[in-house]
């Protein structure tokens, strides 16, 4: 069941999204050569708790899996798309690689989820197109994201980006409504048709977060039960953010511009 959030509800997911982009731009500021994904972690958890939040992904146990997610930040490097776990067999980011930081933070009782995906360093080419092909993605199904339209115009908005670039979006991963709780109902698929889906109301919470691959968008899950990689080994870039649905159109509430 979809579940309206009220103004004030809303006023509060904004008032933590702020505080959840400080974040994340805080940790994209620190991604260099040498940095370890143990040490992004440890400053994810130290920044949340420091706000008075709570780190949502810490403890999470999603359906299908044995086990809770062991930290509060996801750390995703090259070929891994999402879910990358940085505490347990810490890594040392290098010049070249790209890295997704997936982030979410309950505040005041209420969830928001965001993603970027940043350079290491110097990066080729194609890692900087490809990054920039995802957010372009991720801010066409933002644009397609008001009342009156449907989830499906959403992900018509963000494949027809990816569509003229050489990339490939990943199967089978999707974005969600979020709020109450880290993944609620509607599902938010990255393709789709204009006009099929949920009808889009004022009141809807939703997380939308393209994942582009270099190569095919076959994937499969590591031993780990998280992290998800591409299955040909190629690149993958994340963009994510949470989004309001509004009489006007709609809010980005994890965004302190």
Do not use: W
């Amino acid at each position: 069941m979809i579940r309206i959030k009220a103004e004030e509800e809303i006023a509060t997911m904004q008032e933590g999204g702020r505080r959840h982009a400080e974040i994340l731009q805080t940790l994209a500021s620190m991604v260099e050569p040498g940095i370890s994904t143990l040490t992004l972690e440890e400053e994810a958890l130290r920044l949340i708790r420091e706000g008075g939040d709570k780190p949502a992904h810490l403890g999470y146990t999603p359906k299908g899996v044995s086990r809770p997610f062991p930290a509060a930040l996801c750390v995703s490097i090259n070929n891994e798309i999402v879910h990358g776990i940085p505490n347990e067999v810490p890594k040392v980011l290098k010049q070249g690689d790209i890295v997704s930081l997936d982030l979410s933070i309950i505040h005041k009782g209420m969830f928001t989820d965001s993603a970027i995906t940043v350079p290491v360093g110097a990066v080729d080419d194609e890692s900087r197109e490809l990054l920039r092909v995802t957010e372009a993605a991720l801010y066409a199904g933002i644009d397609a994201a008001k009342p009156g339209n449907h989830i499906g115009d959403i992900g018509a908005a963000i494949s027809a980006v990816v569509k003229i670039s050489k990339f490939t979006l990943a199967k089978d991963l999707v974005g969600h409504g979020v709020g109450y709780g880290l993944h609620e109902e509607p599902y938010v698929p990255n393709t789709g048709r204009k006009g099929t889906g949920e009808k889009l109301l004022a009141g809807m919470v939703i997380a939308i977060e393209p994942m582009v691959n270099v190569g095919k968008g076959d994937i499969k899950v590591l031993p780990d039960g998280y992290t998800i990689v591409t299955k040909d080994g190629s690149r993958s870039a994340h963009f994510e953010h949470t989004i309001a649905i509004i009489e006007k159109g709609n809010i980005i509430l994890t965004s302190n511009d």
